[in-house]
């Protein structure tokens, strides 16, 4: 039986209209190592008294691959919504590729592919026909519209299901065709808030087979609960608790800090315990 059509995640729905077909894909170009593409300063976002995130600070350098950890309800993906500018934050500001994701934001979005924890899907579409209509959201030209459809379709291996209804696909395909349309402008910075959430074994190796194959061009902050992703995928992790970041470094280090166990390190930090 198909699944019931959902409205898409407004927040890239919104960043789709916001960003420039070439904009990423030339700044990507001059971007050097030590460039930092993604800052957050005292973000903070309060909910009357709630404090969703408190004071979260850091940075990630061109061509990093960051994981942004931390047990379910800890601040991730409101952290992320700040730093893609689509919620304000109470206190501080993100930047993302040196644009302020409040006054800015529009140049900020010309270089950052989005990928929120309920991705954009159109369940009733086919993934071409979703990624023609992002194109066109997007303003892609004409001209190029069509290779850039393409090799979308290739990174993200969608070729043998691009003409088949998506609410007829596997959890792990419709992972697939989100990610696909947050890379149609070429971004050179993605934010995808917990890719690999509810997929299977198979699948999850399908997409971090795409993860890796993006961070060869791309700087990606990527936010999950799951330490195997940690420890297969990321070059550096930032673990937030309770709103707040209780650690910042190498995966070794975390490693280190739970006496070589990663699982135990996450335990004394956030007093929960991850698979």
């Known amino acids: 039986m198909a699944e019931p059509a ?25 971007a050097s190592p030590s460039t930092t593409m ?36 800890a601040g991730k993906s409101t952290t992320m919504k700040m730093l893609t500018g689509y919620i304000a934050p109470s206190e501080g500001f993100a930047r993302i590729a040196g644009h302020n994701m409040m006054d ?56 043998s299901v691009i003409y088949k209804p998506i609410s007829k696909l596997s959890k792990g395909f419709k992972q697939r065709v989100g990610m696909s349309q947050a890379l149609l402008h ?21 997409v971090r087979r795409t993860m890796r194959k993006l961070s ?9 609960h799951i330490l195997q992703e940690v420890e297969a995928m990321a070059d550096r992790v930032i673990l937030i608790n309770e709103g707040r970041k209780v650690y910042d470094g190498e995966v070794e280090g975390l490693r280190a800090a739970g006496h070589g166990d990663v699982n135990e390190a996450f335990h004394e930090l956030t007093g929960h315990s991850e698979s």
């Open 6 to 30: 959902r409205q898409p995640d407004s927040a890239a729905i919104e960043l789709s209209k916001q960003s420039s077909p070439t904009a990423g894909a030339s700044a990507a170009k001059t």
């Open 38 to 73: 993604i800052e957050a300063v005292g973000l903070s976002k309060f909910y009357g008294p709630f404090a969703a995130a408190r004071d979260v600070s850091f940075s990630v350098k061109q061509g990093e691959l960051v994981a942004f950890l931390g047990p379910n309800g």
């Open 104 to 159: 800015d934001r529009i140049a900020g979005s010309h270089r950052l592919g989005y990928l929120p924890e309920n991705g954009p899907l159109y369940p009733e579409m086919t993934p071409m026909g979703m990624l023609e209509f992002f194109a066109d959201a997007r303003g892609l030209p004409s001209a190029t519209k069509k290779d850039q459809i393409d090799k979308v379709i290739d990174i993200c291996d969608l070729s």
């Open 186 to 206: 070429e971004p050179d910075v993605l934010i995808l808030d917990e890719p690999t959430a509810g997929l299977d074994p198979n699948q999850i190796r399908g």
């Open 216 to 224: 060869e061009t791309k700087t990606i902050l990527l936010s999950t």
